[in-house]
């Protein structure tokens, strides 16, 4: 969201950290103790022939082996949200490369996935070569978040007067401030009792040591796009005092406890980087 372009695809710009945490997502399904299972990640990549190589199972090399196991529990703790909420209804943020419509059983849910039109179309079409079908009712939903989105979303069908999961994974370090507010403004006027919200955050006192420890690893170099100028520095409210001043009722995890309560243990280099997130729950009574 940090990338001044209106609109990209999968092979650049922000479209580019989509397929790397699909490459992350493909490595972790390759674990035998895997926490998620994800078997179109590396149909993803291999469709998208990115401009560097991309893992699309186990891999030697120690920074998506690395990176790998903190994707994986996100992304755990992400489908567990999504699982364990009774709301009939699901939306997806910036849904990039997300899955979770085709590899979860959420039948009888309707599931919005918003994220820009290209990237949504080459995912229908990786989907459509694979003839597969999702477990719900899948919507696309082509808007730009740093615009009026819930227009679009409710043109596709969605009810703010049903509850909603509403998930915003990985995507707050790559939004300015001011986006961001009006992100989170937006949800909470379109969110019934009953609504749930999850949030991965890193706060901006720790973001730039993140993205300085991303530099030393070669993030960037694997991706093939400079991570750092898409990431926002701005300024903007802690979510977790916004939402608990609006009523939500709010639980916060590190990445480090909830590994641990998975029989994990994250890699030092990824403690550097995104250790000090916090992975954040709040429902709406």
């Known amino acids: 969201m940090g990338t001044p372009d209106r609109e990209w695809d999968i092979v ?22 895997r926490l998620i299972e994800d078997p179109f990640a590396a149909e993803f990549i291999r469709a998208a022939r ?54 979860l059983d959420l039948t009888g849910r309707d599931v919005y996935e918003v994220d820009q039109p290209r990237v949504l179309e080459f995912k229908q079409d990786v989907f ?26 409710e ?11 509403w998930l915003a994974e990985g ?13 989170f403004d937006l949800i909470a006027a379109c969110s019934a009792p009953g609504s749930r919200i999850g949030v991965e955050r890193l706060a901006g006192e720790n973001l730039a040591g993140a993205s300085d420890h991303m530099q ?23 979510p977790v ?18 590994a641990a309560r998975h029989g994990r243990e994250l890699p030092e280099m990824v403690l550097k980087t995104t250790g000090n997130s916090q992975f954040i729950c709040a429902g709406l009574p």
């Open 12 to 33: 650049s710009g922000i479209g580019l950290t989509a397929l790397g945490i699909a490459a992350c997502r493909a490595v972790e399904t390759a674990r035998p103790d």
């Open 50 to 103: 990115p401009p560097r190589p991309l893992p699309t199972g186990a891999t030697d090399d120690p920074v998506w082996a690395s990176m790998s196991p903190y994707m994986g529990l996100r992304s755990r703790y992400f489908d567990e949200l999504v699982t364990g909420s009774p709301a009939p209804q699901v939306v997806i943020l910036a849904a990039g490369l997300d899955a979770r419509a085709y590899r």
């Open 128 to 153: 459509d070569g694979l003839a597969a079908k999702p477990r719900c009712t899948r919507h696309a939903v082509a808007a730009d978040l740093r615009e009026n989105w819930s227009a679009a979303l």
């Open 155 to 165: 043109q596709s069908g969605f009810d703010r007067t049903r509850p909603t999961v």
């Open 171 to 183: 995507l707050l370090i790559y939004l300015p401030g001011p986006v961001e507010e009006q992100l």
């Open 216 to 238: 030393h690893m070669g993030t960037s170099e694997r991706l093939g796009v400079q991570l750092t100028d898409l990431f926002s520095p701005q300024a903007r409210r802690n």
């Open 241 to 258: 005092d916004w939402l608990t001043g609006q009523g939500w009722q709010v639980t916060v995890s590190t990445p480090p406890e909830y």
